[in-house]
């Protein structure tokens, strides 16, 4: 076999790993949809509506079964991921660890993710014929970023506010000041690589002497060796430590929105940066309202008299109560719009404006003056004989249990 046809050979060859591995990457994933209870073509106000849904359902607040809480805290995942137009593009390509862009999971309700996901085929092409340019091992690196969820109340994510955040992240060791040796000494290049911080190597191979080069076993990539280490990091160069940040909320946000703090993440490398830490922010639900953008809503339930005759309620706001007029004559599924009584609008500025829906109860146990009182009215409203029928003993017990 001559040079070129090695060479197409091993073309073909690595052409069929690349479509084997993205036969293993793309992916049909439904499970965070199913978990909101809509298809994949679903829209963003659809996904929204199931998200409200599902998420009142199985707070944990509300929701005292078992398992309701791991459901709740499921449900969130889903829509952190669907509610983000690349995230879910990502999600419905690659699954959960594409959705993620790397992301990794840490303790503490944050992770790692270092951006890289899945290693290009030029690596491999690299790997097997000494292609492309090395990476100087010694350039300054920056630190991964991290991430935290937050909870807010729903008048937080309202109003605003100013939270303080403690985790747990790779800092710069305070001994070495990140140089990985003890203190008096430094490191030296690397008498393996000779500080490229890789090696090449040759194999023999059924097709021919191979030639590849593969990251150096002595400096692990560094390109440095550290003959004393330091007593804290252990020539690391990073400790873990806890770290605070106050973090300043803006009013208006909303669930699966992030906040990006500069600097806040993990240390870098070779004096590197810090890395960033993203905020994921997770508005908790209201047992009054609910909320879609700057419009908040409210279900107000009235009697049968008020809708006739007409009233004036005292109406819970996030901003206080307030009088509103019930026109008589209201028909229940009416809605009456507050002016500047929602949330303010994140974008833009202004405020939104609440919605009140009214729902007429039917009063189900009626004393004899009452319901002497409806017969007259419908007599003098010209409507015929009433002959409602007489319960019976089970629907007394079933009534009986209702009350329980």
């Known amino acids: 076999m001559n040079r070129l046809e090695n060479q197409d050979f091993l073309s073909i060859s690595y052409c069929h790993f690349a479509f084997f591995g993205l036969g293993i990457l793309i992916m049909n994933n439904t499970e965070f949809y199913d978990r909101l209870g809509v298809s994949k073509d679903a829209s963003q106000d659809d996904i929204k509506k199931a998200y409200r849904k599902m998420s009142k359902k199985y707070h944990p607040d509300i929701n005292k079964e078992a398992g309701a809480e791991q459901k709740y805290k499921d449900v969130q995942e889903a829509y952190e991921t669907l509610s983000d137009s690349q995230k879910r593009a990502a999600y419905d390509q690659y699954g959960a660890a594409g959705a993620n862009g790397g992301f990794g999971s840490g303790a503490g309700g944050f992770g790692g993710f270092d951006g890289a996901g899945f290693g290009g085929f030029e690596d491999i092409f690299s790997s097997f014929f000494g292609g492309g340019g090395m990476r100087n091992p010694n350039a300054p690196r920056q630190g991964d970023d991290l991430q935290y969820r937050v909870n807010l109340s729903f008048e937080e994510a309202v109003f605003g506010v100013e939270k303080e955040v403690s985790y747990n992240r790779e800092a710069t060791c305070g001994t070495c000041a990140g140089s990985g040796a003890k203190p008096g000494t430094s490191p030296v290049t690397c008498r393996k690589c000779h500080g490229s911080g890789v090696m090449t190597v040759d194999t023999q191979t059924p097709l021919g002497m191979m030639r590849r080069q593969v990251t150096c076993d002595v400096c692990h990539g560094s390109g440095q060796e550290i003959k004393e ?151 003098a409203s010209g409507e015929q004989p009433l002959h409602p029928k007489k319960k019976g003993f089970f629907d007394k017990v079933k009534d009986a249990l209702e009350d329980i």
């Open 229 to 379: 280490p330091c007593p804290t990091c252990h020539g690391t160069g990073h400790e873990k430590k806890v770290h605070k940040v106050s973090v300043k909320i803006p009013a208006g946000v909303e669930t699966g929105q992030q906040i990006r703090l500069q600097g806040q993440g993990e240390a870098g490398f070779n004096g590197g940066s810090y890395g960033d830490l993203f905020v994921i922010l997770n508005v908790l639900p209201s047992k009054k309202f609910e909320r879609n953008g700057s419009t908040i809503y409210y279900s107000l339930n009235i009697t049968f008299t008020q809708a006739a005759l007409g009233d004036t309620v005292d109406i819970p706001t996030v901003h206080g109560d307030v009088e509103m007029a019930i026109p008589a004559g209201t028909q229940t599924g009416k809605t009456f719009r507050l002016k500047g009584k929602g949330a303010p609008k994140l974008r833009g500025g202004g405020q939104g404006d609440q919605h009140v829906t009214v729902n007429i109860v039917t009063p189900t146990k009626l004393n004899e003056a009452q319901k002497e009182a409806l017969r007259a009215f419908a007599e």
